[in-house]
T-cell receptor, first 114, second 114 residues
């Protein structure tokens, strides 16, 4: 599995746009990039996934450059409730060949300040 | 609410006691996963089921740990002769076959071994 590197922590004021970048230099051709969000005392929650270029949903945007060696999760106009740990994961979509497990790093702890 | 549920949410036990946790996945999901998360770390894979079959176990799953999913619906995770090092959040997740990269997590069971 490709290793990911992301900042340990970030601070942001309410209302600002937050961009969290994840490096994955060894990403494979069939790997997708997935981001999970985890609030304190809760399980992780899937927020967005992409393969290349840009993906946007109601929660966030994901920007992936052409070389796919990094990705940036963008959270527009954060609020206090966006304070959480954000995990970047790189893994292939399921191939049907056996088990599938998510491999989490330590994530980025985002603190939103009033 | 049709999400993944886990019970109990919290468990305090004395070293050497046995504990059992339950996970009820999303009803149409036939894949079920157990993860363990310690403070400041991301979740770590323990084991997974497809329907009632346990198809993979991590090296983290010592002989004191056993998991079952007898009817392919809910699952239980039992820890025998608990040790202080077992203190952690135990997370359950479920997914559809062929959508394993998108796992839905429960709120977790926080275990404290005194």
């Amino acid at each position: 599995l490709a290793k990911t590197t992301q900042p340990i922590s970030m601070d942001s004021y309410e209302g600002q746009e937050v961009n969290i970048t994840c490096s994955h230099n060894n990403i494979a051709t069939n790997d997708y990039i997935t981001w999970y969000q985890q609030f304190p005392s809760q399980g992780p929650r899937f927020i967005i996934q992409g393969y290349k270029t840009k993906v946007t949903n109601e929660v966030a945007s994901l920007f992936i450059p052409a070389d796919r060696k990094s990705s940036t999760l963008s959270l527009p106009r954060v609020s206090l409730s966006d304070t959480a740990v954000y995990y970047c994961l790189v893994a292939p979509t399921y191939s049907g060949a056996g088990s599938y497990q998510l491999t989490f790093g330590k994530g980025t702890k985002l603190s939103v300040i009033p | 609410d049709t999400g993944v549920s886990q019970n109990p949410r919290h468990k305090i036990t004395k070293r050497g006691q046995n504990v059992t946790f339950r996970c009820d996945p999303i009803s149409e999901h036939n894949r079920l996963y157990w993860y363990r998360q310690t403070l400041g770390q991301g979740p770590e894979f323990l084991t997974y089921f497809q329907n009632e079959a346990q198809l993979e176990k991590s090296r983290l799953l010592s002989d004191r740990f056993s998991a079952e999913r007898p009817k392919g619906s809910f699952s239980t995770l039992e820890i025998q002769r608990t040790e202080q090092g077992d203190s952690a959040m135990y997370l359950c997740a479920s997914s559809l076959v062929n959508r394993e990269e998108t796992q839905y997590f429960g709120p977790g069971t926080r275990l404290l071994v005194l």
